[in-house]
């Protein structure tokens, strides 16, 4: 095993010791192997041209680079257009760490020799890596032994590493697949410290899906930097990904003229919830609550009430179920249960009889201290939005009520409940 540094700029020799120039690049291939295979060195000649060498002529990269061949008869590499230069494109480039779920810079490349071929096999990101770079190995390895003073180990696996060149489709298509398994909190920090052109193109590749949990997760600046560079009906299709409360905050904050495009964009349901959540003042409950939420009709038994969850639309559109709201035939709220507490009792047991029949509810225009004042007295998870007349409006989930009293980066990572 040894490292990229060890042989840039090095002398490359033929068979019979004769220079040929020195090693200006070393390029790896492209397949779906977890590590990719060296193809060929690129050499400057003692007079100035470029060659590449195909690796069926390299005998040795280190600590020597050798050919197998007398220099006049070395086989040249034609570029097949899907080869990565590791020192142009990969050292003290950004790649994305998916283990780590961070974006850091390469200081150094690892290279190691099987199977009779040499193969990538990680990146260096720590400072050894740059001592190494500035040819002060051995204060490295003198630093290694003090134990106090250790320099910080940073070598990242290649399977590992998510290649993020945003002028490299290929590569960037199969990151772009690495990352998206990512939870969507860490995705989000990802694109917000990739530069623009990088971030953009990753956009572009991610799912809707993927991508509304991901801007969900995101800073107010990024989110409208996003929206505004595409396309206004994938925006719209984004949008209704999106929980209705976070679709609303972010059509707010944009131009009134985009927004009403993307409210006309969007299917009618989901446009007129958006709507709705913003007649009301954004600091109030109204303003803040989602209209997605888990109910069931009043008088049912538990075996009845699961069945109705099991084909409720509505239902299905909550991520994280864990209270269940009984509402009358005119939709008002009269009572509340946890779904666990369903899940626990006899099918035949009514659901009138276990429910709490005084829930803790807001009205749209409570305010947000009050919301998350409640939230905070009861330790609810949720709090019903009632209008004057009782009738179910929404929920204010903890994470929005806490908004007023929490950094909005620590609020985020609070548990997601819904």
């Known amino acids: 095993m040894f490292y990229l540094s060890e042989i840039l700029d090095k002398k490359v020799w033929d068979r019979w010791g004769k220079e040929i120039g020195k090693c200006c690049d070393i390029l790896t291939g492209f397949d779906e192997k977890v590590f990719h295979r060296i193809v060929a060195v690129e050499v400057k000649e003692k007079n100035g041209d470029i060659k590449l060498i195909s690796s069926e002529s390299i005998s040795s990269l280190f600590p020597n680079v050798t050919i197998s061949k007398p220099g006049m008869e070395v086989t040249a590499y034609v570029p097949k257009g899907n080869e990565l230069y590791l020192r142009k494109k990969v050292l003290d480039h950004q790649i994305v760490d998916v283990e780590g779920k961070r974006v850091v810079r390469v200081n150094d490349i690892q290279i190691a020799f099987t199977q009779n071929a040499y193969y990538v096999t990680g990146v260096d990101v720590g400072s050894a890596g740059l001592l190494r770079r500035l040819g002060l190995k051995k204060v490295n390895e003198l630093l290694r032994r003090l134990a106090k003073r250790r320099p910080a180990e940073g070598v990242i696996s290649w399977k590992d590493v998510a290649y993020v060149e945003a002028k490299d489709p290929l590569r960037l298509k199969t990151s772009q697949e690495k990352i998206s398994k990512l939870p969507p909190a860490d995705i989000a920090s990802i694109l917000n410290d990739l530069d623009r052109p990088t ?65 006309d964009l969007m299917e009618k349901d989901d446009a007129e919830d958006i709507r709705n959540l913003l007649d009301y003042p954004p600091d109030s409950a109204g303003g803040i609550m989602t209209t ?14 699961m069945a109705f969850l099991r084909s409720s639309k509505d239902a299905q559109d909550v991520e994280d179920m864990y209270y269940i709201h009984v509402l009358d035939e005119k939709e008002k709220l009269v009572g509340e249960v946890y779904l666990r507490d369903l899940v626990m009792v006899a099918p035949t047991t009514e659901v009138d009889s276990m429910m709490d029949k005084d829930p803790i509810s807001v009205s749209p225009f409570s305010s947000q201290e009050e919301t998350a004042y409640l939230a905070a007295k009861y330790n609810l998870l949720s709090i019903p939005v009632v209008d004057e007349k009782g009738v179910m409006q929404g929920i204010v989930t903890l994470d929005d009520a806490l908004d007023t009293v929490l950094p909005t980066a620590y609020k985020k990572r609070l548990p997601r409940f819904f």
Not at 217 to 234: K, W
Not at 238 to 262: C, F, N, R, T, Y
Request: net charge negative; proline share 5%; no cysteine.
């Open 199 to 263: 971030g953009q193109s990753l956009l572009q590749r991610m799912g809707d899906d993927i991508l509304a949990d991901t801007l969900e997760e995101s800073p107010s600046r990024f989110q409208i930097d996003a929206l505004s560079r595409m396309g206004s009906e994938r925006a719209a299709d984004i949008l209704e990904e999106m929980d209705p409360d976070e679709a609303a905050d972010l059509i707010a904050s944009l131009p009134q003229e985009k927004g009403s495009v993307l409210l």
């Open 292 to 305: 997605e939420f888990a109910w069931i009709p009043q008088g049912l038994t538990v075996e009845k009430a």
